[in-house]
């Protein structure tokens, strides 16, 4: 991709951030995973989320027909309850920690961000919605770290704690040896709170 192409597109994805106690309970399990298995890619843990909505690659335009339908549909949405719990992997090489609490909340939402996209006439074509965190990815012809570390955190169960902001994410498409970083296009408080 060229340069130019590559400024007149953005990765963009619609999520949830859990707060940052919720997020150092978590990285507190993980330090023994962090310690034996250094080979991964570790997320940095502020940009941990949970995705309601995977858009991929869309030209800029298409991420301003987003803010307006987002915000009222924050605004009109009610926090949802939520902790972080247990631990799996996808594939034997991406690993996550799951998703308590309002999972019903969560679903309904989730709903209602993917219709908003369809809605602004943005295509969307996701996978049905799996409540997860993603952790880490193994490197290719190394997998026992994600099926350890998952079964590492097994028995985790975090505590409680509420969405406050829907977010806009956007994020670098290198796919290099260091992790993927994000950063918000923008947020919007939930139940039009500040």
Known sequence: MNEKTQA?????????????????ELEQRLLPA???YPRMRWNRIEDWHIT????GELPVTAVGLLREPLADLAATRSPLRLSLRGGGHFDERVLWTGIGGDLEGLHLL????????????????GRPLRPHLTLARARRHDTTGAVEAAAGL?????RAWET???HLVGS???????PIHYRDIEAWPLGGGH
Request: net charge positive; with cysteine; hydrophobic share 45%.
């Open 8 to 24: 007149a597109t953005v990765r963009v994805f619609i999520a949830l951030a859990p707060p940052d106690g919720a997020k150092e």
């Open 164 to 166: 406050r902001r829907l």
């Open 34 to 36: 962090y310690t034996a």
């Open 110 to 125: 989730a709903a209602d961000v993917r219709a908003a996209v369809t809605d602004c006439g943005i295509p969307f074509h």
């Open 172 to 178: 670098n498409t290198g796919r290099g040896p260091g």
């Open 154 to 158: 097994a028995g985790f169960t975090g």
């Open 52 to 55: 309601l909505a995977f858009l």
